[in-house]
């Protein structure tokens, strides 16, 4: 453990707060979010079906590697969901940038049949 070298009351108020951090499955900060579940790979291996179990009731799960964050455990519904958004911002992202642009173009008096051209030409010549 990481506080090894405590002693008397300074060990037992780190390990109290040590093992309170571990067990952090259902603490709430404000507004009632809850954080993620921090686990060692020593923890979760023995126990992956149930860590997997529940996650479709508690947060997410993180998943260190001698204390690093490695990997998160994901409820499969929540990881779906995360990639539609993903995707979702991207093209979001592409079609503001097109926007952009084609208002630059419009400004600089360039017309749709102009930058096909431009297109066109850039990519013969490759």
């Known amino acids: ?8 009351f300074a060990y037992l108020t780190i390990l109290k707060i040590y093992t309170k951090i571990k067990e952090n499955v259902n603490v709430t900060i404000n507004g009632g979010v809850k954080m993620e579940r ?6 979760v291996r023995p126990k992956l079906t149930s860590f997997i179990e529940s996650l479709k009731n508690d947060s997410p799960v993180v ?3 001698n204390s690093e964050p490695k ?5 499969y519904e929540k990881y779906r969901l995360l990639q539609k958004t993903a995707e979702e911002n991207k093209r ?3 079609k503001t940038a097109l926007a952009k642009i084609r208002s630059r173009a419009a400004t600089n008096g ?4 102009d930058i ?5 030409e850039y990519r013969e010549g490759k």
């Open 1 to 8: 453990m990481p506080f090894e070298k405590a002693t008397g």
């Open 38 to 43: 921090i686990a060692g790979i020593n923890e």
């Open 63 to 65: 998943i260190t590697i």
């Open 71 to 75: 990997a998160v455990l994901l409820d």
């Open 92 to 94: 979001l992202a592409l």
């Open 110 to 113: 360039l017309t749709q049949a």
């Open 116 to 120: 096909e051209k431009e297109i066109k």
